[in-house]
T-cell receptor, first 112, second 111 residues
Framework: SAVISQKPSRDICQRGTSLTIQCQVD?????MFWYRQQPGQSLTLIAT?????????ESGFVIDKFPISRPNLTFSTLTVSNMSPEDSSIYLC?????????FGQGTRLTVV | GDSVTQMEGPVTLSEEAFLTINCTYT??????LFWYVQYPGEGLQLLLK?????DKGSNKGFEATYRKETTSFHLEKGSVQVSDSAVYFC??????????FGAGTRLFVKA
């Protein structure tokens, strides 16, 4: 099973600034996934990140707001840009092995 | 499209009570089904899974049976503990690299 390290675990940020979240996996994986969990809500997929190509974004999410990097098979970053209070959420990195998803511990972001 | 529907919470139980959290799904093909648990302040952890019809997943006293005829995967535990207080997510995975989650059910267990 994959072990995922995500950082920071939490942050409080000023509106208008940007935060980059890092995700490190202990094994090489083809696809990495970024989810958002708004307060009291379920998980919503933001985008899928493949190494060597641009991320694929889900409806309602755009690259300008959530740029993603995937420089190698074990690492990815998600940036939350020009933040507003509505971006306050938990952001989770995930990888999938056949038939099962594994998650990082999440980044709890509060925008003030 | 594929979807997961689970009972709304919060669910509040006394310690040692019986727990059922209902989950039904809609999917094309033959999905694998999962229950994930999120303890306060933590990420998601896989609780149990079932990959085909009539399979029973079990872990830590929790069980769920994959019922294809009723498209259900209800989570049960015979005797809950305070430490079971968490949010529980039902999810499906259809073989494409994407997991579909239910809305989550918050469980509170009182001593």
């Amino acid at each position: 099973s994959a072990v995922i390290s995500q950082k920071p675990s939490r942050d409080i940020c000023q509106r208008g600034t940007s935060l980059t979240i890092q995700c490190q996996v202990d094994s090489q994986v083809t696809m990495m996934f970024w989810y958002r969990q708004q307060p009291g809500q379920s998980l919503t997929l933001i985008a899928t990140a493949n190494q060597g190509s641009e991320a694929t974004y889900e409806s309602g999410f755009v690259i300008d707001k959530f740029p993603i990097s995937r420089p190698n098979l074990t690492f990815s970053t998600l940036t939350v840009s020009n933040m507003s209070p509505e971006d306050s959420s938990i952001y989770l990195c995930s990888v999938e092995e056949p038939g099962e998803a594994f998650f990082g511990q999440g980044t709890r972001l509060t925008v003030v | 499209g594929d979807s997961v529907t689970q009972m709304e919470g919060p669910v509040t139980l006394s310690e040692e009570a019986f727990l059922t959290i209902n989950c039904t799904y809609t999917a094309t093909g033959y999905p694998s089904l999962f229950w994930y648990v999120q303890y306060p302040g933590e990420g998601l952890q896989l609780l149990l899974k079932a990959t085909k019809a009539d399979d029973k997943g079990s872990n830590k006293g929790f069980e769920a049976t994959y019922r294809k005829e009723t498209t259900s995967f209800h989570l049960e535990k015979g005797s809950v503990q305070v430490s079971d207080s968490a949010v529980y997510f039902c999810a499906l995975h259809t073989g494409g690299f994407k997991t579909i989650f239910g809305a989550g059910t918050r469980l509170f267990v009182k001593a």
